[in-house]
């Protein structure tokens, strides 16, 4: 039977729920070392939300100690492949068993709609845990070429205690883009989720242990960046951190790696990215496309197209669908509410944040077309509607920033040239689109924009068979697909002389 997904419903949710907000170490909650809280603020309406242990550089050491022990222990590597799907294949189960209630903490952290948390977030988290748990048996190392006296194994072998760091803007899908490949490979994970957004995390790692994941093989140790995200970087009993986040903390972890034990990092950073659009596109595609794919979590995405770049001639005629699209499709309404499309940003701070960037970016001479003010005050939360800037040039501030929030620049361009050098013309280079009817126009396009994906005539279209991450300063290393299974490996030679 389908469940009816009212405000009633998500309310009962809301009301049983019982947030545990300590850390999971070696199979177990533990509170802080020094005993310290902090209280998450609720997005949605301001409220105080779950109390979370605050972590320093202690909890760091007994969780990496653990993850150190589950891994040299071999109870996870070494144990029969078959059992290892088994178990990722329960633990993808469990997500999706416990679908309404991880949706729910999702939502109290981060404040987007709860529905999107649901059918987005949470099914995306189960499926990749699934995606990693099925390879785990179907993985094949190799035999190098040799003379007939000898037989040389190339094998892929875990790299040890792998250190994640995550964001709060797609919490448990990225946490399952690391944790997936991470553990299928036989690693042993610490876990440090944004200090936004740990409810999600520490629910994912009791069900990992509840679907027979050993004790230790995945720990989360909740806490501020410097003072959990830095010692975990620094700590010289972790090979590898993979990072998603900021470019500027991406930045940080590569010095950590430096001045520790010379550690792997793999760094999924922030993103600028262009969708172009040419005269001759389906202008309807191009509007829907630009709208969900700016305004969608509320612009909190990495590879959000916050810069769209228009043929002048169809600026104005492009806009009035945007805004058609965006007042009819995206509703922005309170996150509990079933219908809502888009809800709260992440706090206030960064609320403050963007705002100050739109001022700024007026300051400078962006015009306004629509949007882009505070709303919802009224709820205690924290909540922008989309909004669309347009005649700008690519030099301006709200062109070149990474905002994070409901924010288009729209700059027009005369010729393919011009928006070739427009689109490439940021830090970033995480993804890109073209929107044209001309195929050969499109190949060229799409192959010289310098960006890790990039979309033709669409928008943020992908499935687990796809990589992502980025060129330039959008980062190294790639989530997703079965090339992430590499990232989490090293190869190991074992040469063997006969006669
Ligand atoms: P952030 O860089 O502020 O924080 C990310 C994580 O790093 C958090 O867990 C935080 O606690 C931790 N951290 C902060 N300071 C640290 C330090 N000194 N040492 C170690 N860890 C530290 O990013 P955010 O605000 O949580 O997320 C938004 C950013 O993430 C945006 O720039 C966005 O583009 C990027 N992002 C990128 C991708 C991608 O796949 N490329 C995906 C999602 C988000």
């Not at 007042?327 to 309170?334: N, Q, T």
């Amino acid at each position: 039977m389908t469940k009816n997904y009212t405000r009633d419903y998500w309310e009962s949710v809301l009301s049983g729920l019982k947030p545990e907000g300590r850390h999971f170490i070696d199979g177990a909650h533990r509170a802080a070392a020094t005993g310290e809280t902090f209280t998450r603020i609720r997005p949605m309406d301001g409220k105080p939300g779950a109390r979370l242990a605050r972590g320093n550089a202690a909890d760091v050491d007994a969780a990496v100690a653990a993850a150190r022990a589950a891994f040299e222990s071999g109870i996870w590597r070494k144990k029969d492949p078959l059992e290892r799907k088994k178990i990722m294949l329960k633990w993808a189960d469990l997500i999706r068993a416990h679908g309404d209630e991880l949706a729910m903490l999702e939502t109290l952290d981060v404040g987007k709609p709860v529905m999107a948390s649901l059918t987005v977030d949470v099914r995306l988290c189960a499926d990749g845990i699934q995606f990693y748990g099925e390879m785990i048996d179907k993985l094949y190392d190799e035999i190098a070429p040799t003379g007939p006296n000898a037989r040389a194994l190339v094998r892929k072998v875990p790299i040890g205690v792998v250190g994640a760091i995550t964001p709060w803007n797609y919490p448990m899908i990225i946490d399952a883009w690391k944790l997936g490949p991470a553990i299928a490979a036989g690693n042993s994970v610490v876990l440090k989720p944004a200090e936004q957004s740990s409810l999600s995390a520490i629910r994912l790692a009791e069900l990992a242990f509840e679907a027979g994941l050993p004790a230790g093989v995945l720990n989360v140790v909740t806490g501020y960046g410097e003072e959990t995200g830095k010692p975990l970087a620094l700590h010289m009993d972790v090979d590898m951190i993979a990072f998603t986040g900021s470019t500027e903390v991406g930045k940080l972890i590569m010095g950590y790696a430096a001045q520790s034990n010379v550690k792997r990092v793999a760094l999924e950073l922030g993103g600028k990215s262009p969708l172009v659009v040419f005269a001759d596109a389906d202008l309807d595609a191009a509007a829907s496309a630009a709208a969900w794919g700016c305004f969608y979590n509320s612009g909190e995405t990495c590879h959000a197209s916050t810069r769209l770049l228009v043929e002048r001639s169809v600026q104005d005629q492009l806009i009035a669908k945007i805004e058609a699209v965006t007042k009819s499709d995206i509703a922005l309404k309170h996150p509990l509410d079933p219908s809502a499309q888009i809800g709260a940003l992440i706090e206030e701070e960064h609320m403050k944040k963007v705002l100050g960037m739109i001022a700024a970016g007026e300051k400078e001479g962006a015009r306004r077309a629509f949007g882009a003010e505070q709303v919802l005050s009224e709820t205690g939360g924290y909540y922008i509607s989309p909004g669309v800037f347009v005649d700008m040039t690519n030099d301006m501030s709200l062109a070149r920033q990474e905002i994070f929030g409901p924010v288009l620049a729209t700059i027009p361009f005369d010729s393919e040239e011009e928006a070739l050098k427009i689109a490439n013309d940021t830090i970033y280079g995480l993804a890109g689109a073209v929107f044209t009817k001309d195929m050969d126009r499109a190949h060229r396009f799409s192959e010289a924009i310098h960006a890790g994906t990039v979309w033709i005539n669409t928008y943020d279209m992908s499935n687990f068979a796809t990589p992502f991450g980025g060129f330039k300063q959008s980062g190294f290393g790639r989530d997703r697909s079965v090339h992430a299974i590499d990232k989490y490996c090293d190869y190991k030679t074992i040469w063997q002389q006969f006669g």
